[in-house]
């Protein structure tokens, strides 16, 4: 009776890893199968962001990886010829209700704010998910047209111009945050004429975000 009880047991483990081979080698096969197509259109996600937050035409970009304090960006300069003529910056912020934030922002060559493309994001649906166009021109926290210059942008409880998404204030600032990284980046670009920003605006004051 023994035997017979063990032997089922080993004949189980034996199926179980027989299964959990077969679907890890499907699943592999399957990974590489759509590898290809899913890094395409990552590329084709970020191509068209680059060109929705730089609204001037451009014939190709360059790109380089830019340090800014202990992290790295991405920019990306939209070139006509050897001229640039717009750059886009891939930023972030590690700051957001749910963490991390990835943005795309585009600036002129005086390092105005053309445009921006939220590329990732994890906040709360209907509040802090809003910064997908609240902070566009047509949104209330328009941020379209500034320049961060020295000081950054940041919102109007930390004593900036930006007006804060409705009850998701930690989002807000986290955008902030991911906007003055992108500015930062373009201290060494040539084109820009602006100055470094010095503070990246995610505020000190202790306020938790509403979820309503």
Do not use: H
């Not at 922002?105 to 998910?129: A, N």
């Not at 900036?160 to 989002?171: H, K, Q, V, Y």
């Amino acid at each position: 009776m023994g035997k017979k009880v063990e032997s089922s047991f080993v004949n189980m483990v034996v199926v179980l890893f027989t299964i959990t081979l077969i679907a890890a080698a499907a699943v592999g096969y399957v990974f590489s199968l759509t590898e290809g197509t899913i890094a395409q259109a990552n590329a084709q996600k970020q191509a068209d962001a680059i060109k929705n937050v730089i609204p001037v035409e451009f014939a190709e970009t360059t790109s380089e990886k830019v340090a800014v304090g202990v992290d790295t960006v991405e920019v990306f300069y939209a070139k006509n010829g050897d001229q640039i003529v717009g750059t886009a910056v891939k930023s972030f912020t590690n700051s957001g209700f749910n963490g991390y934030i990835s943005v795309m922002v585009g600036f002129d060559t005086k390092g105005t704010i053309t445009g921006y493309s939220v590329l990732s994001q994890g906040e709360t649906p209907g509040l802090g998910s809003k910064m997908v166009d609240w902070f566009t021109e047509n949104g209330k926290g328009n941020i379209i047209g500034k320049t961060p210059g020295d000081k950054g942008i940041s919102v109007k409880k930390d004593g900036g111009e930006i007006d804060a998404i409705t009850a998701a204030t930690i989002s807000s600032r986290a955008f902030c945050d991911a906007i003055n990284r992108a500015a930062q980046a373009l201290g060494g670009v040539s084109a820009w004429s602006g100055a470094t920003p010095t503070n990246e605006a995610t505020g000190t004051e202790n306020i938790e975000q509403v979820e309503q």
